[in-house]
């Protein structure tokens, strides 16, 4: 299989999407430690989007198995060689092909979570998406997302947003917005290279950002019988108090 950005546009930046994030170490978004600590001790989970693993490792820590339904080839293969050095693991951790929202595993899980997923799902698809966790969700289980998110659509001239050293190169990263409508923008981020002062390399990864809003979230939610796990259903995943960006909710055990 041939893999290239037409196919996969995320062929070229995992080491970049790491890279950046280890930097940022706790505060890195999406929070490892919210999604994480969330996963009920030895149950069984699906992380829809898992990526390079970021979460899928410390998730499996807790929980019994964990399934990953990934589309990107070249994420796929960044989370196998995180867990060729983890060989505990093994036994837990399932890595499969595939993308929402439309999905069928054939078996339910008492733990299903999205980590900086909803962004790349168009709102039309939601729905659909919503549905096919609520299919997959055991009765009494527990489904939890980031990226839902009162904030407005991003608009953005480029300009650098973080860069690292390694040995004797420096790397840096940009990002520009261009807001489509109220709640779509289209993001451009450029990982550049340099050697000294010299640009070697430069990456670019385009993509569409998708808004969505929690009151129409917990509505399309509750549609397929998932109802708020405390409170008003948000929870806490962002830096920003006033815009909490997470929902939590459960199926309740009535429901098959």
């Not at 693993?53 to 990953?68: F, Y």
């Not at 948000?234 to 006033?242: Q, V, Y």
Request: net charge negative; charged share 25%; glycine share 8%.
């Amino acid at each position: 299989m041939s893999v290239d950005t037409a196919t996969d546009p995320y062929v070229s930046i995992p080491g970049f999407y790491d890279l950046f994030r280890a930097k940022e170490g706790d505060k890195a978004l999406p929070s490892v430690a919210f999604f994480a600590d969330l996963a009920p001790q030895g149950a069984t989970a699906l992380e829809l989007g898992p990526g390079t693993g970021r979460i899928t490792l410390a998730v499996a820590e807790r929980v019994a198995e964990v399934w990953c339904l990934e589309r990107s080839a070249t994420m796929r293969a960044v989370l196998l060689a995180k867990l060729a050095e983890r060989p505990k693991l093994w036994d837990k951790v399932t890595v499969l092909p595939g993308s929402a929202p439309v999905f069928k595993l054939g078996r339910m899980f008492d733990y299903i979570y999205l980590a900086g997923v909803l962004e790349h799902v168009p709102e039309a698809d939601r729905p659909s998406l919503f549905r096919a966790i609520a299919d997959h969700l055991a009765p009494g289980g527990i489904a939890a997302m980031d990226m839902v998110l009162t904030m407005p659509a991003p608009e953005l001239a480029e300009r650098e947003l973080d860069e690292i050293r390694l040995g004797q190169c420096r790397y840096v990263y940009s990002a520009q917005a261009q807001r489509l409508g109220p709640d779509l923008s289209r993001l451009r981020m450029t990982y550049r290279t340099y050697q000294g002062d010299e640009l070697i390399a430069t990456e670019v990864v385009t993509r569409l950002h998708n808004m969505h809003r929690p009151e129409p979230v917990l509505t399309d939610l509750a549609a397929v019988g998932l109802v708020p796990a405390q409170g008003n259903g948000l929870a806490m995943a962002s830096h920003d108090p006033d815009d909490p960006g997470a929902v939590v909710v459960r199926k309740p055990r009535g429901d098959t």
